[in-house]
């Protein structure tokens, strides 16, 4: 097992690619710490795990709120001992044209999606650094930070700024025994997929179901399912992964090339 005796924290853990982050932590013989600001849904993933035969904690946070990431820390270090690995996943989309679109949109997107996660990134290193243990950080970006999707400027810029600050941090941290990659998925069947489909099809007059059922990798010709960005998430935390450092890759079917 990859994972096994270690511990990982996982944001935005109560549903969709966190979920799967966590269940696939789990196969590979990881405790989870489940973030969230759902706690219920926090907990539900909790209980998937826990069916692994491994340890779980749920805790309700607000990734924006480096006071309550600091807390669930010390409470996972008080559970656990130690932090092994981070993993950056929750994120908000907010959808609509630039020339439609308030400033609160683009601030909200950027202090969730890039802000918070940066702020997750320092307190996760401040305390591998503390236990000399070293670590890993992976960060969930998003093929929208290199393809930059229409009507979401916003949240494409967000995780572009997340693809530079994983190679930023990976540099900065070698010496410290830290590794950091992101991963960038794309057509993922989770509830922001379905957001998405919803959004377009009120302004189109098209069936949401429709266009979620299209909305597949053209290469795969199907969804991906969450696991499946979760596997390669539990592979860049073991130490198998030494050699991949500040690395941002895809995950999306083959629909990004670069």
């Given at each position: 097992?990859?994972?096994?005796?270690?511990?990982?924290?996982?944001?935005?853990?109560?549903?969709?690619?966190?979920?799967?982050?966590?269940?696939?932590?789990?196969?590979?013989?990881?405790?989870?710490?489940?973030?969230?600001?759902?706690?219920?849904?926090?907990?539900?993933?909790?209980?998937?795990?826990?069916?692994?035969?491994?340890?779980?904690?749920?805790?309700?946070?607000?990734?924006?709120?480096?006071?309550?990431?600091?807390?669930?820390?010390?409470?996972?270090?008080?559970?656990?001992?130690?932090?092994?690995?981070?993993?950056?996943?929750?994120?908000?989309?907010?959808?609509?044209?630039?020339?439609?679109?308030?400033?609160?949109?683009?601030?909200?997107?950027?202090?969730?999606?890039?802000?918070?996660?940066?702020?997750?990134?320092?307190?996760a290193a401040r305390?591998?650094?503390?236990?000399?243990?070293?670590?890993?950080?992976?960060?969930?970006?998003?093929?929208?930070?290199?393809?930059?999707?229409?009507?979401m400027a916003a949240?494409?810029?967000?995780?572009?700024?997340?693809?530079?600050?994983?190679?930023?941090?990976?540099?900065?941290?070698?010496?410290?025994?830290?590794?950091?990659?992101?991963?960038?998925?794309?057509?993922?069947?989770?509830?922001?997929?379905?957001?998405?489909?919803?959004?377009?099809?009120?302004?189109?007059?098209?069936?949401?179901?429709?266009?979620?059922?299209?909305?597949?990798?053209?290469?795969?010709?199907?969804?991906?399912?969450?696991?499946?960005?979760?596997?390669?998430?539990?592979?860049?935390?073991?130490?198998?992964?030494?050699?991949?450092?500040?690395?941002?890759?895809?995950?999306?079917?083959?629909?990004?090339?670069?």
């Amino acid at each position: 097992m990859l994972l096994a005796e270690k511990v990982i924290v996982v944001t935005g853990a109560g549903s969709g690619i966190g979920r799967g982050i966590a269940v696939a932590v789990a196969e590979e013989g990881g405790a989870v710490v489940a973030l969230d600001l759902d706690l219920s849904g926090a907990r539900e993933t909790a209980a998937v795990v826990e069916e692994a035969g491994v340890g779980a904690l749920p805790l309700a946070v607000d990734v924006t709120d480096g006071d309550a990431v600091a807390g669930a820390i010390a409470v996972t270090a008080g559970r656990f001992d130690r932090i092994d690995g981070w993993v950056n996943n929750a994120g908000v989309l907010r959808m609509g044209p630039v020339l439609e679109s308030g400033d609160e949109d683009w601030a909200r997107q950027l202090e969730v999606n890039a802000g918070a996660l940066l702020s997750c990134c320092r307190l996760a290193a401040r305390r591998m650094i503390d236990q000399a243990t070293g670590g890993s950080i992976v960060n969930v970006a998003s093929n929208a930070g290199k393809v930059g999707y229409p009507d979401m400027a916003a949240y494409n810029a967000s995780k572009a700024a997340v693809i530079s600050l994983t190679r930023s941090l990976a540099a900065e941290w070698a010496a410290d025994g830290i590794n950091v990659n992101a991963v960038c998925p794309g057509g993922v069947e989770t509830p922001m997929l379905s957001q998405v489909a919803r959004w377009i099809g009120e302004r189109q007059g098209l069936d949401p179901e429709k266009l979620v059922s299209e909305m597949t990798p053209v290469q795969l010709g199907r969804h991906i399912q969450p696991i499946e960005v979760g596997r390669i998430v539990a592979f860049l935390l073991s130490d198998r992964a030494a050699i991949i450092r500040g690395q941002s890759i895809n995950v999306d079917g083959g629909d990004t090339p670069y």
